[in-house]
């Protein structure tokens, strides 16, 4: 079952706005991740933002952890029409051996 | 570039043909964990081997199964193959538990069933 649930399912902006995702998840974690797939190719490590740590920059990236609302949010700033891209946020499994996946945001950015 | 190599990039076959998928992993990478991506499921998590064993299983049928190599390559066979099995197969590695690592993703290898 997902353990991660990303909102909203789709987003289109304009080159230059700002684009926020949310990502909700169920039981508790030792640390959240952000994965990008460009259309049909494999995913591509973002960040890590480990359970003690709130906010995270890396580059035009900004992710936020709340464990109190076991939520969190991937902001891109100045988007470009490179990053139109499908965008998953990833949690560990109980077990902590493999990473659970969301069904994803797919960003759409025009030029 | 991952690092994470995936063969065959596509691959079209018929019902109830069984097919094989490999994978070679990150040089230094234990772990292998293999994902089926399709449009109404999403990534769904197979199964994970971590230097040549079995650590964790997901979503994975009885029809499939892997295994992991002891040069760490993986191979992910898939048997009576049905029209619902058509998706995209990714392999992933990383140097332990996915829990404190990223993962490197391969670029996956497109199953078609006809």
């Known amino acids: 079952s997902q353990q991660g649930e990303e909102d909203p399912q789709a987003l289109s902006i304009q080159e230059g706005e700002n684009a926020t995702m949310n990502c909700s998840y169920k039981t508790s974690i030792n640390n959240l991740q952000w994965y990008r797939q460009n259309s049909g190719r494999g995913l591509v490590h973002l960040i890590l933002i480990r359970s003690n740590e709130r906010e995270k920059h890396s580059g035009r990236l900004r992710v936020t952890l709340d464990t109190s609302k076991k939520s969190s949010s991937l902001l891109i700033t100045a988007s470009r029409a490179a990053d139109t891209a499908s965008y998953f946020c990833a949690t560990a499994n109980q077990a902590g051996t493999a990473l659970i996946f969301g069904k994803g945001t797919t960003l759409s950015v025009s030029s | 570039d991952s690092g994470v190599t995936q063969t065959p990039k596509h691959l079209i076959t018929a019902t109830g043909q069984r097919v094989t998928l490999r994978c070679s992993p990150r040089s230094g990478d234990l772990s292998v964990y293999w994902y089926q991506q399709s449009l109404d499921q999403g990534l769904q998590f197979l199964i994970q081997y971590y230097n040549g064993e079995e650590r964790a299983k997901g979503n994975i049928l009885e029809r499939f199964s892997a295994q992991q190599f002891p040069d760490l390559h993986s191979e992910l066979n898939l048997s009576s193959l049905e029209l619902g099995d058509s998706a995209l197969y990714f392999c992933?590695?990383?140097?332990?538990?996915?829990?404190?690592?990223?993962?490197?993703f391969g670029q996956g290898t497109r199953l078609t069933v006809v």
């Open positions: 992933a590695s990383s140097v332990g538990s996915w829990g404190n690592t990223e993962a490197f």
